[in-house]
């Protein structure tokens, strides 16, 4: 989940060509793709994209897909259309600034971002009056520490809810047709199930052993996996529309969600070793430091996303116009 690696590094943590294990280097570049400096792009698909004067001469040559139909863009020149559907190859090839593309697609980002900002905004308030209503009233710091954790984790539970859906209407690039394209060739799809089925074993057997533990990375997961990825991909999107700070901003967001998420699962394994029966003062002060430094964390990441929110939502009205 949180890897060494810079959280402003290009590199997905969820990249699908990661978790396919892919050797393929033309793999690699639609998903990099992304990238609106473009001029980065692997020289072993495109050949000459140093200078965008070379590009006009560049053709693909290796298997690109179609990021709108799934069509294999081998062979053809990078200023084309894609001869299938007539979607501009460049787009496939590294993702093309928003700013270049129909300025209905901004306009249409623009109305989208409304369906998560609004949810976002309604959870964050009924999040912030149950953290403090729970606050004002202590009893006792231990069991008011868990239940703002308890408090916080529900409310984590809730988040996919939102970034799932941000995902389908916001950062999603590729279509139903170039997924298949990609995935349903017979070694790709016996690859895939392999790697389907060596995962599903191992939570299986991992169950049998370790039950509960197993079940809360999975809660974990649950959570983590799509904020970090809707965070990544708002990173990207940000990039396309050439804001290169919000870019690095979301990158880092995601970054720091990772860490979060793994900051809950120490603080829940720690309660199922249960340090809060046992007279053990050291391991019970470092669970309250936890939960009182993640709630604050969680605030400041909280109130800079609304600041965040908010330029990002004007910047997709001005690109749309
Ligand atoms: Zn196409």
């Known amino acids: 989940m949180s890897q060494a690696k810079s959280p402003w590094d290009e590199a997905n943590p969820f990249d699908e060509n990661e978790l396919l294990g892919s050797s393929d280097s033309f793999d690699g570049l639609s998903d990099d793709g992304a990238d609106l400096t473009g001029s980065s792009v692997g020289d072993a698909s495109v050949a000459g994209t140093d200078e965008a004067a070379e590009e006009s001469e560049a053709t693909v040559t290796g298997r690109v ?13 990078m200023i084309e259309q894609c001869p299938n559907c007539g979607h501009a190859i460049t787009d496939s090839v590294h993702g093309d600034a928003l700013l270049d593309t129909a300025s209905e697609n901004a306009q249409r980002l623009f109305e989208a971002s409304n369906l998560v900002w609004y949810p976002t905004v309604l959870l964050t308030i009924l999040g912030a009056a149950a953290m403090t209503f729970q606050l004002i009233q202590v009893r006792n710091v231990i069991e008011d520490a868990q239940m703002v954790f308890d408090l916080g984790f529900f409310i984590a539970m809730v988040t996919p809810a939102i970034s799932i859906l941000g995902i389908f209407v916001l950062t999603r690039r590729r279509t139903v047709a170039y997924y298949y394209a990609r995935y349903s060739e017979p070694a790709t799809a016996m690859r895939l199930a392999a790697y389907a089925l060596i995962i599903v074993a191992t939570i299986c057997v991992g169950a049998m052993y370790l039950g509960r533990i197993i079940g809360e990375m999975l809660l974990v997961a649950w959570f983590a996996i799509p904020n970090v990825m809707f965070l990544d991909g708002m990173g990207k999107l940000m990039k396309r529309l050439a804001r290169k700070k919000l870019a690095k901003y979301l990158h880092m967001c995601g970054f720091w969600a990772a860490v979060l998420s793994a900051a809950a699962l120490v ?10 029966d046992v007279e053990v003062t050291a391991p019970r002060i470092a669970l309250i430091w936890l ?3 993640s709630a604050l964390i969680l605030w400041g990441v909280t109130l800079r996303q609304f600041v965040l929110a908010r330029r990002i939502l004007r910047s997709l009205k001005r690109t749309g116009g």
């Open 65 to 77: 897909l179609c990021v709108n139909c799934g069509h294999n863009l081998d062979g053809q020149p």
């Open 267 to 276: 603080v829940m394994m720690l309660r199922r070793f249960g340090l809060q």
């Open 291 to 293: 939960t009182i430094i």
